[in-house]
């Protein structure tokens, strides 16, 4: 709560229509896209890092590879 607070005071919003985007390899934890919309109140989504990228197999094993990924897009976007 401590962070929302921060966010509304240096960002001066609302802070309740956030969401929350996981990614990297975490965002496989089982259940904690559940767990956190429940204890959080929040919008919870597992990001896509390949959102921009052409590609067939959509499992998410790539999550994993989101730093990695998004540091050889920054020179293609």
């Known amino acids: 709560i401590d962070a929302e607070n ?3 005071q240096y960002f001066g919003q609302d802070t ?3 969401e929350i985007l996981l990614c990297s390899g975490g965002a496989n934890l089982s259940n904690l896209e559940t767990s956190l919309r429940d204890k959080l109140k929040r919008d ?3 990001a ?3 959102v ?4 067939a ?3 998410r094993e790539y999550l ?3 730093t990695a990924i998004g540091l050889a897009l920054r020179n293609y976007i």
């Open 6 to 8: 921060f966010y509304q």
């Open 16 to 18: 309740n229509k956030i």
């Open 44 to 46: 919870v989504k597992i």
């Open 48 to 50: 896509d890092p390949l």
């Open 52 to 55: 921009n990228v052409d590609y």
């Open 57 to 59: 197999d959509k499992n």
């Open 64 to 66: 994993s590879y989101a």
